[in-house]
DNA sequence: TATGAATGAGGCTTCATTCAT
DNA sequence: GATGAATGAAGCCTCATTCAT
């Protein structure tokens, strides 16, 4: 038995449109611009009215902040469906889950790359709260990957000393970096060798052994 | 005996003037962002009338490509100061090298992160010209990144078969990493410890040496 | 029955501000000159918004065009209305016919001097283009002008041997000239006494005949 | 010897730049426009400083009405030299006088069509005072022609009864329509055979004559 | 509920004019 | 006297937002 508050039809239609029109913001923000996108042509997009928008959504402002969540939650989504925190104990598992993890952002960077566009190019640039969004979120992930490098110290397959909480920042940047990469060169072969590259670094370095 | 071609007192103080534009366009931008910037905000930090600006540079968008590019010559500037490329022929060599272009960026980024904010923050959501400029640039940086790593390669002291150009993508992130971090936490120790870090990953990567 | 596509009320007021704008525009810039005119002006004048202006005309070029034209229109219709072209086959049928015309101008620019203000002092000075579009209609005239004249002198009431063209351009001058002196002197009787000496250079010149 | 006050060298020089200003001003009307037209742009055709023609002239204002007299001038000039007013008695005398005065505005006209352009297109658009110049200059030629056609009824070589002051103005829309021909067909052959139509039309009318 | 007509704050840009050098 | 750097009034236009239908 659900007893999740049934919605009825009107609001499931709301709950639609409201999708839609984020979704509609998404693709004007990440192909025009912030600035340069008109709640006219998210309307127009759409095929609805724009003062239509006012009905779902505050005001410009409201809806870039819908859609940067939305694509902070499809990457998200991602890369918690792929992963099991703290449930690897080796290094080989590390790496392995470091594997998945990377195709999973490759797959969302190459299926869609207006998710990088908009959370690196649009997002910082719409206003100071909206960069400080962004820089969060960064700042998120690289919390998140100190967690999982204090796992491999205490568990003794990453090296012992290790700065965990500047080592996960730099290991960020090489996923940003894929992120980037993906604006411009979106295909899933490049990517997945990009993610070989920064796995390669991340686990062995770029030292001839000796 | 200056060879130089003297430039008169009116050339002096008009070449001073269209600096102390930018500087003010670079500082107004940085704080409150490009698109919340008006030619009136920017001439206002001078002391001078907003007509006087169009006596400078052609238009707004003109002041912003002015803003970035001498933004970017800041950078080059420092790192080319460091910097002898092809210079180094060992391993510790290069990982010296490293460490000195690191502090370098620190030293930028430390000593005025509105240049890192500018570059990553603000110059991407001007338009999608702007942003294309600094993607440029990332690329070149990580060309340059490559180079340093194939040279490497062929001296022997980093890995063989090492994918330099997906590599030096990597780095660059991680580099890119640096600049962000240092829009929130500026303080010079502080991005020491993050240089250290990424050279540490760098070189040696994260896992336990066996 | 009525087989007009029928417009909806809204459409219907679309259509009636969009023609009030064009008369207001009219007005202002024959009273103050196009140049002198702003958008504000002509918005003012009806009591709405000067943002409501460009949601039915493109801008200041745009409205002025529509102004113009529709000046023409007003002349062509009175003209094409008293008009049957290559109707009168004799002296005095093309006389009488020339009369009316004379007429039908005489109502016009003495019902609204600004008609004649607009074409010959404003438009012209709007820019090269439109001074084109003036010059374009005077010689449209002459051109109308030169059939009737071939067709004169086709059916032998006219001087055999006739420069038609040039003829036609002389006479269009003198429209031209009551069009002028109704400009400042907008009086019926005086235009009507004006058009009475053009009609006698036009048929008979002014020399005492013997 | 001579009672006009000698003007020092200095006095000359100013007094031919003065005169340079005005003609690059009419060029720069009659070319672009009275509004298109910026100060600086009438002293760049100089090679002189902007700052230097306020030295010269009141204001923008100032060399537009400068412009427009020497404009009128020109024509007065040309038209007064051909011409001993009231020195005619006969048709024929009258007749080829108007040949004279036609030839010499012909001359006037293709050899600088821009002195009609300034006059009819330019001038009137500058604003309503500039207007009324204009009007008033036609007003004052048909003035004139009116005075010769009294002349030419007192003495019996023209129509009696003839209403010369309305006649006058529909020979002045005749000239007036030479003029504005000059504008877009400059060539002397053909304005020759305008004014030929003209007087034509003027002295013979356009009817067969019995 | 959906619409789009109306609005006007706001921002860019031009250019005539001034005035210190 | 000549210059051109500086100025700011003025005007065009955009577009987010409101609200009557």
């Known amino acids: 038995m659900s007893v999740e508050p049934a919605l009825s039809r ?11 029109i984020i979704d509609a913001a998404f693709e004007a923000f990440a192909e025009r611009g912030y600035h340069a996108t008109g709640i ?13 928008f006012y009905r779902y959504f505050e005001n410009k402002r409201d809806i870039v902040d819908h859609v940067v969540s ?9 890369l918690t469906a792929e992963n099991a925190p703290g449930a690897v104990d080796t290094l080989e598992g590390y790496r ?17 790359p207006r998710v990088p566009r908009m959370l690196v190019i649009e ?6 709260e909206m960069a400080n969004r962004v820089l969060d979120f960064f700042d998120l992930a690289a919390d998140l990957n100190a967690a999982y490098l204090s796992h491999g110290v205490e568990r003794g397959y990453l090296r012992p000393g290790l700065d965990v909480v ?8 090489m ?26 670094v991340m686990f062995d370095g770029i030292s001839r052994s000796m």
Not at 10 to 20: I, S, T, V
Not at 166 to 173: E, H, K, L, P
Not at 189 to 198: G, P
């Open 40 to 52: 006219a042509d998210i309307a127009a997009r759409l095929g609805i009215g724009h003062g239509t």
């Open 10 to 20: 009107n609001e499931r239609k709301k709950a639609e449109l409201r999708r839609e």
């Open 123 to 128: 997002a910082p640039g719409v206003d100071p």
């Open 96 to 112: 392995a889950q470091s594997v998945r993890i990377a195709d999973a952002l490759a797959e969302i960077i190459t299926s869609d």
């Open 166 to 173: 500047n080592t996960a920042r730099a290991i960020n940047g």
């Open 175 to 200: 996923i940003l970096a894929a992120a980037i990469d993906g604006i411009r060169r979106p295909g899933v072969d490049h990517q997945r060798e990009l993610s070989a590259a920064i796995i390669g």
């Open 70 to 78: 939305a694509t902070i939650e499809r990457i998200v989504g991602a």
